[in-house]
């Protein structure tokens, strides 16, 4: 019984995939003739003119054939260029990055909705600089040292190409893309709220709850935005994307199996050091410091967050058979009317399954999910 337990273990054979592999993957031509090359390109390519053309839906296929694309390219340039491959790679990095970034580019909604989620020490504008400076150093130090490593195992003979091919199913396909918040890469940095937040320093204030629940008012400087945001640029927009397309590379010049695993689960740390749970700000305008037509701009949004509290507020408030109306004083503001508590009224005026007014552990059939 053993010894048929040891064959099967012995068919599963490491060396004799990568062979397999090697066979379709390894490079004998010259780089203009290598079919990753063009193969890669073509599947990147056309994934990326498709995200221009109709927008990012977040298709979980689409986005493992950009992975597959962008692999394939990344390690022809590995296999017919050595250490100057690990180059191009991080210029084909650096090109996806901005791609990536104006495809994903949403305005930010913060000072319509006056509030803002930091989700990361750098967006966390109420923390102490100096935490942010050590925090850059480190995460810095420790992706220059994984490039340090993927530059010096470039120079060796190893290539497992079943490694490679793992990663691709293990590792970037099922940890890191089209996971959302979930990402083991964590989340992409927010260009768009912290280009609002530099352009706006000075004409607004922020607040937040500080230690022992009390509200914290302050004001943050320009310069340290600005410094925040380049911060937050490299670590979770370059690097992060460096990480994510260099680690099959990596763990494809690696030796042993419990080496793949425990750099499989390890890579991602660097990345992720600066994540922390999400923490609420909010914005309120200082029309004191601004000009003229930075006040039109503010007051122009403010008149759209009032009409979308007039056309939400009412229309929710219906169902529990609210009466809503406006005060004389500010056109803009909804002041609630009475709730209506007679029974017969509230049978009459409400859906069949409305909850009971006045009882809050009433409770209804939730809607259905379009």
């Known amino acids: 019984m053993a010894s048929t337990g040891s064959r099967a273990l012995a068919s599963i054979d490491l060396d004799y995939l990568n062979e397999i592999l090697s066979s379709v993957l390894a490079s004998e031509t010259e780089w203009y003739l290598d079919w990753k090359l063009w193969t ?33 390219v990344l390690l022809c340039f590995v296999q017919q260029f050595g250490t ?18 104006w495809v994903f580019w949403k305005p930010s909604d913060m000072l319509l909705s006056g509030r803002f989620a930091a989700r990361n020490i750098y967006e966390d504008i109420g923390g102490p600089g100096l935490q942010v400076a050590f925090l850059f150093i480190g995460q810095v130090s420790l992706l220059l040292m994984y490039f340090c490593a993927l530059f010096r195992a470039a120079e060796t003979p190893t290539r497992n190409y079943a490694y490679w091919a793992t990663s691709y199913f293990a590792v970037q396909m099922s940890a890191f893309f089209n996971r959302g918040a979930n990402s083991q890469l964590g989340q992409v940095w927010n260009g768009s709220l912290w280009l609002a937040i530099v352009q706006n320093v000075n004409h ?43 680690v099959p590379i990596m763990l494809m010049f690696l030796s042993s199996p ?9 890579l991602n740390f660097i990345v992720t050091l600066d ?9 309120s305008p200082d029309r004191s410091t601004m000009d003229l037509e930075v006040q039109k701009s503010f007051s122009d949004m403010e008149s759209q967050r009032s009409r979308k509290a007039r056309t939400t507020l009412p229309e929710a408030s219906s169902k529990y058979s609210m009466k809503d109306t406006w005060s004389e004083d500010s056109p803009r503001t909804i002041v609630p009317g009475q709730l209506v508590a007679n029974a017969e009224t509230n049978a009459a005026t409400c859906e069949p399954d409305a ?16």
């Open 40 to 72: 890669g390109f073509i599947l990147w390519s056309g994934v990326i003119f498709k995200w221009v053309r109709y927008g990012y839906r977040g298709v979980y296929w689409v986005k493992a054939v950009y992975t597959l694309g962008m692999n394939l």
């Open 84 to 101: 100057a491959g690990i180059y191009l790679c991080f210029v084909q990095i650096l090109l996806q990055t901005a791609i990536s970034t």
């Open 204 to 246: 607004v204030s922020f607040s937040c709850a500080a230690f022992g629940g009390e509200e914290m008012h302050f004001r943050v400087s320009r310069l340290e935005m600005v410094g925040r945001g380049l911060a937050g640029i490299v670590v979770n927009n370059m690097f992060r994307e460096a990480l994510a397309f260099t």
């Open 258 to 266: 419990f080496e793949f695993v425990g750099s499989c689960l390890a």
């Open 275 to 283: 994540d922390m749970e999400a923490k609420e700000y909010k914005v």
């Open 355 to 370: 909850p009971e007014l006045g009882n809050p552990s009433a409770k209804s059939e939730p809607e259905e999910l379009v």
